[in-house]
T-cell receptor, first 114, second 113 residues
Framework: EAQVTQNPRYLITVTGKKLTVTCSQN?????MSWYRQDPGLGLRQIYY???????DKGDVPEGYKVSRKEKRNFPLILESPSPNQTSLYFC?????????????FGPGTRLTVL | AQTVTQSQPEMSVQEAETVTLSCTYD???????LFWYKQPPSRQMILVIR??????QNATENRFSVNFQKAAKSFSLKISDSQLGDTAMYFC??????????FGGGTRLMVKP
């Protein structure tokens, strides 16, 4: 089954404790992206990647890191999480760089930073 | 930077009736794409419909259609014959050649039996 998977689905952590949210897709998509969703603000793009070893900042990259060493994986790293990073996070992927192509979203990761 | 505005935080509609969700955007680009996504309580993001800016004809997908007014920078979603399963958050989104996807704040739609 074609899908985007994220782990963990739920995470409660404390300020300053490094964490990684994994994202993997099995559709051989070139394009992958991370979003955070906050009430009233919709989804905001954190980082995106057009292909392996190519990443770019989105609207809200501060406090986050990403890497794209393999085509299928695009982990989101929070080196020193803070309470304002409490949010719902989505990973998404699409084929090629065409803006028309549908983005397939993962199930979301609910992160709480205390 | 592009902005997308959904002016209706919440809406409700009776089952089988028609409802229209509003979306406006701001851009200086001429070539771009617009999307409506649905997010049911399961939180999964589901593409409902999409529109290419250079196409004048409004997109239609079964009970879902859009009213795209390029000059007014407006992209509303019409849901006909509303069903209980249409209850969800709906997000309007804009994507240009720069590959960034910008979302509006969302409209929570409740379909009442």
């Amino acid at each position: 089954e074609a899908q985007v998977t994220q782990n963990p689905r739920y995470l409660i952590t404390v300020t300053g404790k490094k964490l990684t949210v994994t994202c993997s897709q099995n559709m051989n998509h070139e394009y992958m992206s991370w979003y955070r969703q906050d009430p009233g603000l919709g989804l905001r793009q954190i980082y995106y990647s057009m292909n392996v070893e190519v990443t770019d900042k989105g609207d809200v990259p501060e406090g986050y890191k990403v890497s794209r060493k393999e085509k299928r994986n695009f982990p989101l790293i929070l080196e020193s999480p803070s309470p304002n990073q409490t949010s719902l996070y989505f990973c998404a992927s699409s084929s090629g760089g065409a803006v028309w192509n549908e983005q397939f979203f993962g199930p979301g990761t609910r992160l709480t930073v205390l | 930077a592009q902005t997308v505005t959904q002016s209706q935080p919440e809406m409700s509609v009776q089952e089988a009736e028609t409802v229209t969700l509003s979306c406006t955007y701001d851009t200086s680009e001429n070539n771009y794409y617009l999307f409506w996504y649905k997010q049911p309580p399961s939180r999964q993001m589901i593409l409902v419909i999409r529109q290419e800016a250079y196409k004048q004809q409004n997109a239609t997908e079964n009970r879902f259609s859009v009213n795209f007014q390029k000059a007014a920078k407006s992209f509303s979603l019409k849901i006909s014959d509303s069903q209980l399963g249409d209850t969800a958050m709906y997000f309007c989104a804009f994507r240009d050649a720069g590959n960034m996807l910008t979302f509006g704040g969302g409209t929570r739609l409740m379909v009442k039996p």
